[in-house]
């Protein structure tokens, strides 16, 4: 009891200091932004790329999990993880806001939304927003089986943001270097199922 008030007390594990931390660049972002309404255009890249990372690293708590099993730090991320998948989501709000700032005319928004790479990152967007409005223990109740199946839709605003990405930049690599450390992991995940799988009816196998 009382060490898991320590625990609670030390800064690395209080839940309010890492939402705390996630805000910070968002501050600096909105500061900037208030002393240079000009800068709206040059805050779209580092919205956008700070919402892709924290989605990311949201995701690939659960294959380090499967392969690594329950640790100190893979509980660490996971008990992290629904703070970073929030942020994602407002990180992604700020990106929005800036970029319809910086356009400014209705007409021209309307226009730019028919282009792919604009509409993917719409749609995964409105994916994103879904996913962070459901990211409660009350949703989570009343949605049951359904929650998690809503859940999987994050491969697809990672795959719809991947390419709003190389398609906005026009070039892959920025996409690719963010993208290869979870595809990876996703990829031995399964290595890693069909592995205990096929173990498993091999034992089971030699047992009749
Ligand atoms: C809501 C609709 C969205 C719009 C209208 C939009 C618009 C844009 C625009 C115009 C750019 C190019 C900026 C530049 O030239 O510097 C851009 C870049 C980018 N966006 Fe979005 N975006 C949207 C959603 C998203 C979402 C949901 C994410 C992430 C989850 C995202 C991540 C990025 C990234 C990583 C870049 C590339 C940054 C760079 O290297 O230049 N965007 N976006």
Avoid: C
């Amino acid at each position: 009891m009382i060490r898991r008030i320590a625990n609670n007390l030390h800064i690395m594990h209080n839940l309010y200091f890492f939402w705390a931390l996630l805000a910070i660049p968002a501050v600096f972002m909105i500061l900037r932004y208030l002393g240079d309404p000009e800068t709206a255009f040059d805050l779209i890249h580092p919205s956008g790329e700070l919402s892709v990372r924290l989605m990311i690293i949201a995701m690939m708590v659960s294959p380090l999990r499967q392969l690594f099993g329950r640790r100190g730090w893979t509980d660490w991320l996971l008990k992290r993880r629904r703070a970073m998948g929030v942020a994602a989501f407002g990180y992604a709000l700020l990106h929005l806001v800036f970029y319809l700032i910086d356009m400014a005319v209705w007409e021209q928004i309307v226009k730019d939304a028919m282009i792919f790479s604009i509409w993917t990152g719409y749609i995964a967007f409105a994916i994103f927003a879904v996913m962070a409005l459901t990211s409660n223990d009350s949703a989570m109740r009343m949605l049951r089986a359904n929650w998690k199946r809503l859940q999987r839709f994050v491969y697809a605003a990672a795959i719809l943001t991947a390419l709003h990405w190389v398609y906005v930049d026009g070039e892959w690599r920025g996409a690719l270097i963010h993208f290869i450390p979870l595809a990876a992991l996703e990829i031995a995940r399964v290595a890693h199922i069909f592995t205990k799988r096929s173990r498993s009816a091999a034992q089971a196998e030699a047992v009749t």
